[in-house]
Structures are given as C-alpha cells and as structure tokens.
C-alpha cells in the first residue's frame, strides 16, 4: 500500500486506503481497501471495487462479491483449484456464511467455480499469474535467502496494480527508494519483479489507466492518521510524550521516538518515553506538564479507563495536558484492530466529581494536524485537560492531502507566571489563575489530590469548597464563550436543505461525498460536524438547525446507539431518532450512507445497520 501510494502520490493522484487487520499475529485475512482518483483528494472508500488483487485464495472467498461488472481480479494460478474448506484460517461462522451464499448462487465453494461466476454474471477479467513462478525467477537471479522469499509476494501485488494502472518505473522507483532507504538492493529487486509481472501480464498494461492528474503533488502529503497527529503535535511544541503500546495508538508514539533523536532547534527538545503502563503514562505527562513542558500522552479505550483516576488528578489541579484518544471496537478488549466511535461518553464523563474538561474530535487528516494544535492551546489557556477524540479508521487511513498552512499557525500557552513575591497558583481572583511552572525561581506551590485553597493547601471548609468547585467548573461556561464558532462545528452543503446529517469525527467525509451523490439526484443536504464534543456547542448546534425539522435529520454514527443523538438531545431538547449506523469494526462507506439514506426517505427504516466489509 505504501508503495502504490507513494508512486501514485508522486505522479499527482489522490489516494485514501484503509487497512484491515486481525488481532493475531499472523495468518488471518488483512487486507486494503484503498481509492484512487485523478482530480481530487478522495474523500471516502466504497463498494464495488475495480480491482481485486489476491495473494490467496482466502481473499477470493472473502471478497468476490465486492467487484464490480466488468472488473479485474489478479490471483496465483496456484489458487484456483482450492476450495473453502482449503482456506483455514477463514473463523467457522464466516465459513458458514459464505457457504450459504455460495449455495445461493449455485456455486460449489471452490475458487475456480466463482470466478467463472464473476466472468459470467459480471463480466469481469481473471488476471492469473504463476506467483511460485515469478518468485523463483527472482530468486535464481539474486540467489535470496529462501526464508525471505515469501516477503516478495506484497511486491507482486504492487507490481500488477502498477501494470494495470500504467504506472511509469520512475515513480515506482521513488517510492522504493523511500520505503527501503539505503537498501539499493532491495530496490533493484523489486523493480525487476515488476518488471516480470509487467512480461507475465502481457496485454493487461494499462487496462484501468487513470485519467491523467490533476494534483500538484509539490503540494502533497502523504501520511497516516497516526503519522499526520504526531507531526502535528511537534508543531505545536510538544516536549514530552507518554505511552504504553496500544492499538491503533502506538504508531503515533513511535513516529515521535524516530524525531527525538534528530537536533534540530526546530522540533527539540522532545522526549518520548514508554512507560510500564497507563496509569503511569497520563501521571508522568501531568507532572511534565507541571514543570511548563507541553505534554500529551497517546491510547485506546482499555488504556483511557486505567488513566481515569489521573484524569481526574488534573481536573483537580487544572493540569493542561493532552490525551489523544484513539477508538476501537469495545468493550472491554473487544475489537482490538477495529474501529468505532462508542467511546463518546466514556471520554466525556469519564471520572469522579465534576471538572472542567474539552474534548475534541476531528473528521479527516487535516482536521486532525488544526485540532491537535488547538488541543494544546485549549489545554494551555483555560488549564484543562483537552482529550482528542479520533478512532482506528482515521489512524489507520493513509492518505494524500494538500500541505498545511503553517502561517496560520498560533501558539498560544496562556497566563504564565514569571516571578512573584506572593503566589496563588488557584487564585480566585479569576477562573483561570495565572501558572507558574514548578521551579520557578522564588516561586512556591502546592499540589494534591484534596480539595484546597488559593496556595494548593487541603482544606475542607465549605465555603473554600464551593468557591473553588465553582471556579472549576465554570471554566466551561468561559470555553464556550471565548472558543470561535468555527472550531466547534463545521457545516456544510445547502443552505436550506431537505435533509441534515448530524455525525462527528471520521464519518465526515463519506457524508460530504454522499450530500454530492444526493444533490445530483435533486436532494439538498447539508452535514453538521461536530468538533467540539464538549462543552456541548449547543448554541451553534440550534442555530445550524434551525428550520430543520427534526423528523429530517438523520445521525451517522460508528457504534449501536448513535451516542451523538443523546447528547444532542441532553443539551438542546431536539430529539433526532433516525440513524445510519455501523458497528461492524469496518469503515463506513459511500455506498452504505447511500443506501441507508434511501431506506429512511422511504420510510422503511428508522435506524439502518451498515454491514460492507470483510
């Protein structure tokens, strides 16, 4: 996948893949999904696919109802004579369902019988090539170390996508010079097996040629939601960095630990530091925060819940720190590799007593680089801590997209105490008190868990209490007054629209795309996003709204309950009870927000469960 999209990023296409993957360790189905297009940025994945490379027959069986008529499917010669029980890896109940949609349509649960089904019924060309074949060729010549051979299997998935495509090797070379950096050899290698797949495919070159692009890729990224986050957070001056390794977090982390070991007065000092567990993550990212370091640390659901009590701490001391949330399929371990946006109210009302918090949430990779910047501002201007809601299917999305505006960049760190003769680190002379760094020179403070007064000592009185429990949480009243409209929520589409969707975070692209598909039907939408999950924006919700009944608005949600509609009615009074919905782990696509916008204008359906997705 990195390969493809670096080539095809490098010769101006837009890409957006998604990867799949089970949370063992080796030898179940994972696979990409991924999106090209010549003229923009794609915004969202869907179903049919054009394309269906497969490494083995298991992706066959998983997958050959998603091409679409007059398709290409490229697979090892090997695999044609294999039948369903030959593939072992494929769970029971998945068996058993395609077993059951195999006798459906008449087939006999072999590779062979369903792509004849598919050159039948779809039209659809079978592309099959010797993979032991070509893997031998390339072995013979480079004599390569026969436990490595079966690593050269990905480079002949890239290399029939990049035959199909018409890929020049100039931009292939590129992008395996970047991916095996200072490795000539393995360059080489991989460009003369494509060059063998590319004599083995003989008239297929350029039989899903791409219209000539359209995107300056001089300004072009090409990254990871993981990858686009920890950027983000060096711009914004990050200096210390906690995590315990975690899915889809830790790549985060790990991208940050490659920084911080380069010198450059632009991006240090930055420590990343793995610690033994969650607990320890969020209390160390709080005592750095303490000392002036701006500090952040990374996870997942299970991760969140060990660093609760720590939260909590920092609401307490109105603490600036960061956690950047990512979701994944719960409860408990749950989904380990999946995505989902259930956590909404676990990051919301996460803790005991009542503090001051903001939590964030971002719909796409630039979204994600504005709003980790302004996590740390919020964090930093109001004392609170900020949590970054994102979720796998972002993290796990590579995609092209243009350059940020760093000119528009403002760092802002709030109210900091230099010196002073007397300090009060919670002073009540405003709900948020001027910060001294803890080793300021001439400077003394106190922090504990307990309630306290204006210099951090425990008291218990109750006036001192209702004065300080009030300071604290009428911060969130200051938030919503001074935070700008336009970071709370975005909207989008027609003005006066037949019907809204309501959704937050990574569903924010399908939807933009799908409002277009329905425009060109004669359908008018728009989409609300909703960036700031708390303190609920519900003036802005009210006004976006207005003169939408609320019988056609629809949510769209990763998770069962369409959490966003509860919270929504918690703060405005609208009751919103139509969804589009998808639980499954797997992204949403366009054709499901389709599909399930068809079935609630018909009246057939209130809720619609999305399902696409091996």
């Not at 996460?350 to 709003?371: K, N, P, Q, W």
Request: charge should be neutral; aromatic fraction near 10%; charged fraction near 25%.
């Amino acid at each position: 996948m990195m390969i493809i999209g670096r080539a095809l990023a490098r010769r101006g296409y837009g890409f957006l893949a998604n990867r799949e993957y089970f949370s063992n360790i080796v030898g179940r189905h994972s696979y990409i999904h991924l999106r090209v297009k010549s003229d923009e940025y794609p915004r969202s994945l869907t179903y049919p696919v054009d394309l269906l490379v497969a490494m083995d027959a298991e992706t066959i069986f998983m997958h050959f109802e998603d091409v679409s008529n007059r398709g290409f499917i490229v697979c090892d010669n090997a695999s044609l004579h294999k039948t369903l029980e030959e593939a072992p890896s494929i769970e029971d109940i998945t068996r058993e369902r395609i077993k059951k949609r195999c006798n459906e349509l008449g087939l006999d649960c072999s590779v062979e019988s369903i792509l004849k089904y598919l050159a039948e019924k779809k039209k659809a060309s079978l592309i099959s090539l010797q993979y032991e074949k070509i893997i031998r060729e390339l072995f013979d010549k480079y004599k390569i170390d026969p436990r490595q051979l079966s690593r050269y299997l990905s480079g002949i998935v890239f290399s029939a996508f990049a035959v199909l495509l018409a890929l020049d090797e100039d931009s292939l070379r590129y992008a395996l010079s970047l991916h095996f950096k200072e490795r000539a050899q393995i360059v080489e290698q991989n460009m003369d097996l494509y060059r063998i797949v590319v004599r083995e495919m003989g008239g297929y070159k350029g039989a899903l040629m791409l219209a000539p692009p359209r995107i300056n890729q001089k300004k072009t990224m090409f990254v990871t939601g993981n990858d686009i986050v920890a950027i983000a957070k060096i711009v914004a001056g990050v200096r210390y960095q906690s995590y315990y390794p975690i899915t889809p977090a830790a790549d985060e982390s790990v991208l940050l630990e490659r920084y911080s070991f380069i010198e450059d007065e632009n991006i240090g000092p930055l420590l990343v530091l793995q610690t033994e567990d969650e607990i320890a993550a969020i209390t160390s990212a709080i005592g750095a925060s303490l000392t002036g370091a701006r500090s952040s640390t990374s996870t997942s659901g299970p991760g969140f819940d060990l660093m609760v009590e720590g939260l909590s701490w920092a609401g307490m001391n109105e603490v600036p720190v960061v956690i950047t949330y990512y979701q994944r399929g719960g409860p408990s371990t749950g989904q380990p590799t999946r995505g989902s946006q259930s956590d909404l109210f676990n990051a919301i009302f996460a803790g005991h007593g009542e503090f001051a918090r903001v939590v964030l949430s971002s719909g796409d990779h630039l979204e994600a680089f504005y709003d980790t910047i302004l996590a740390f501002n919020l964090a930093e201007e109001f004392q609170v801590p900020v949590i970054h809601l994102l979720d796998k299917f972002l993290a796990n999305s590579t995609a092209t997209v243009s350059l940020p505006r760093l000119d528009e960049i403002k760092i802002s760190r709030g109210a900091i105490v230099r010196e002073a003769k007397e300090y009060k680190r919670f002073s009540l002379a405003s709900l948020v008190s001027p910060r001294a760094f803890l080793g300021t020179r001439g400077v003394v403070m106190w922090y504990t868990g307990d309630e306290h007064d204006e210099y951090g000592h425990i008291v218990e009185d109750p006036e001192n209490r209702i004065a300080m429990y009030s300071k604290r949480i009428e911060k969130m009243s200051l938030i919503k007054d001074r935070v700008p409209s336009e970071q709370k929520i975005g909207i989008y589409g027609d003005r006066n629209p037949d019907y809204m969707f309501v959704g937050w975070g990574s569903v924010k692209n399908t939807v933009l795309e799908a409002i277009d598909v329905l425009r060109g039907r004669g359908i008018r939408a728009k989409y609300l996003n909703i960036k700031m999950l708390w303190p609920f924006p519900e003036r802005e919700f009210v006004e976006a709204a207005e003169n939408v009944p609320a019988d056609r608005m629809i949510v769209v949600e990763h998770s069962y309950g369409a959490n966003i509609a509860k919270l929504i009615e918690m703060n405005t009074g609208i009751s919103i009870e139509k969804s589009i919905v998808k639980f499954t782990g797997r992204p949403l696509t366009l054709k499901e927000v389709i599909e399930g916008f068809e079935l609630i204008e018909s009246g057939k359906e209130k809720k619609v469960v999305c399902r696409y997705g091996a």
